[in-house]
């Protein structure tokens, strides 16, 4: 089954303690991209990955980092959370098959930072 | 920049009642993509249309595109419980290698009994 899954789907941290995000897709697209949705401003793209090692800022790239050692993951990484940094957070592994490109999101993961 | 507003943010109607909801947007882009968001869910991809003049239809969900008047519309027809949701528009930026969408606000769609 074709899917996108993201690990922990719940997570409560605290101010300033790393942590990671995972997002792992079997489709084997090469376009992955991380969002993150907040009541009233729809999703807005953190950071995107074109392929391997490819990786390029979104319109909110501030206070997160990723990587894309692999072609199915690309794990979003805070290494320094903050309370704005609270909301819910979607990976997406992209079709671009030239007409369109198709968004296959993950489950969701919900962060609050205290 | 491109921007994506959607009207109304907010529905609540009755069942079986008809009604529209509008995705403008700010420049040129011929891909326009309707989303549905079930409470506490990922969002499930509804249509795609991508050309001035497309129509897409699904059960009750009708969605259609005018790409020179920059706006999509998604029609309802003879609403039911099942399709409330959250609803969200996005378009194509197509800007460089970037395969961004561009989203809505998504509009919140309660269908009552």
């Known amino acids: 089954e074709a899917q996108v899954t993201q690990n922990p789907r719940y997570l409560i941290t605290v101010t300033g303690k790393k942590l990671t995000v995972t997002c792992s897709q079997n489709m084997n697209h090469e376009y992955m991209s991380w969002y993150r949705q907040d009541p009233g401003l729809g999703l807005r793209q953190i950071y995107y990955?074109?392929?391997?090692?490819?990786?390029d800022k979104g319109d909110v790239p501030e206070g997160y980092k990723v990587s894309r050692k692999e072609k199915r993951n690309f794990p979003l990484i805070l290494e320094s959370p903050s309370p704005n940094q609270t909301s819910l957070y979607f990976c997406?592994?992209?079709?671009?098959?030239?007409?369109?490109?198709?968004?296959?999101f993950g489950p969701g993961t919900r962060l609050t930072v205290l | 920049e491109l921007k994506v507003e959607q009207n109304p943010l907010f529905l609540s109607m009755q069942e079986g009642k008809n009604y529209t909801i509008y995705c403008n947007y700010s420049?040129?882009?011929?891909?326009l993509y309707w989303y549905r968001q079930d409470p506490g869910k990922s969002l499930e991809s509804l249509f795609v249309l991508l050309s001035n003049g497309a129509v897409k239809q699904e059960g009750r969900l009708m969605a259609s595109l005018d790409t020179k008047a920059r706006l999509s519309t998604l029609h309802i027809t003879a609403a039911v419980h099942d399709l409330s949701a959250t609803y969200f528009c996005a378009v194509d930026s197509r800007m460089d290698s970037n395969y961004q969408l561009i989203w809505g606000a998504g509009t919140k769609l309660i269908i009552k009994p």
């Open positions: 997406a592994s992209i079709s671009a098959s030239g007409l369109y490109n198709e968004q296959f």
């Open positions: 420049t040129t882009s011929d891909r």
């Open positions: 990955s074109m392929n391997v090692e490819v990786t």
